[in-house]
């Protein structure tokens, strides 16, 4: 994320607090709110009479103004600190990762949480029977409650279950990538383009988790007629032989040749196949092609251009 990003994103929230203490000002004094029809404004009344203290009501002061807005700052601030920390603390192992992300994430939207009820009780609002209040229930339901709901209940039940980790490679609907983060709400991906996309744990449905097993990178090789193939055997099996030692982080064995693949009109073509990890599949597919195709010319063989 560069510095453009973070600063709007800083600003964005800026904005909300804003907004959100804009809306708690609204309800301590309906009579505003003059562009609602008035059934709306008496109903907003009647609910700010009964959950927030009358003297708040009768006159929002500038000192409680002040500490609301502080409370809110320092939440914030504090949030930011507590991803900042989390972050700092990595490991090798995807289940600490895993661990890592959740743990930051629930104390991440607990500082949310306890810094709102604050900034609420600055303004005279009995947070505890505003929370627990039907009508309020009812108000947060409809504005998506349910999908929270459903996201963190997935969030835990995926993070528990170890059905996926920080760091393994997974398909969902076509996307395939590393996963980068997993929190109560959202899984984040990243495929090799840098390209990050964020689901919501309830929407997803299935998935394939590519990182289980190990993965099989496959290498056609195209070959002249013109050149004899057992020339051309020995020396694709003698470029493979060495990757294990020149490559020792991506193959943990040497890769193997299948033998002929198909007989086509201007070539012919052959199978190399090799056992990986699924994150390194591509780079061991780079690799077999190029050490191949350097054995190629140091045994004066050509590649034809395959059509």
């Known amino acids: 994320m560069n510095k453009q990003t973070k600063k709007t994103n800083k600003t964005g929230r800026i904005a909300l607090l804003i907004i959100v203490l804009a809306i708690i000002l609204a309800l301590l004094n309906p009579a505003v709110l003059t562009f609602l029809p008035l059934g ?51 490991s090798q192992r995807h289940r600490s990762e895993t661990i890592r992300h959740l743990i930051g994430s629930i104390l991440k939207y607990t500082i949310y949480i306890v810094g709102f009820v604050v900034a609420l009780g600055c303004l005279g609002v009995d947070a505890a029977a505003m929370f627990v209040s039907a009508g309020v229930v009812g108000i947060v339901v409809g504005f998506g409650a349910q999908s929270l709901i459903e996201d963190v209940i997935t969030g835990l039940f995926i993070i528990f279950e170890g059905e996926f980790e920080v760091g393994d490679i997974i398909t969902i609907d076509g996307f395939r990538g590393e996963v980068k983060s997993i929190g109560l709400r959202t899984v984040s991906i990243i ?13 997803i449905s299935s998935l394939i988790n590519l990182s289980e097993v190990n993965s099989v990178a496959v290498v056609t090789v195209p070959v002249s007629y013109e050149d004899k193939l ?51 599949i591509y780079n061991a597919r780079r690799i077999m092609h190029r050490e191949i195709r350097l054995a190629f010319e140091k045994a004066g063989l050509s590649v034809p251009f395959k059509e």
């Open 40 to 90: 709306i404004r008496e109903y907003l009344a009647q609910f700010s009479a009964t959950y927030f203290s009358k003297s708040i009501v009768s006159g929002i002061t500038l000192e409680a103004v002040a500490a609301a807005v502080l409370a809110m700052v320092i939440t914030w601030l504090a949030g930011d600190l507590v991803k900042n920390l989390t972050e700092s603390f990595h």
């Open 191 to 203: 495929d090799r383009g840098g390209n990050i996309r964020i689901i919501n744990n309830s929407e």
């Open 230 to 280: 057992l020339d051309v055997e020995a020396a694709v099996k003698e470029a493979l032989s060495e990757l294990p030692s020149e490559y020792p982080e991506i193959f943990k064995s040497a890769p193997v040749y299948r033998g002929v693949d198909k007989l086509v009109e201007t070539h012919i073509e052959l199978m190399v196949v090799a056992t990986v990890k699924e994150e390194d």
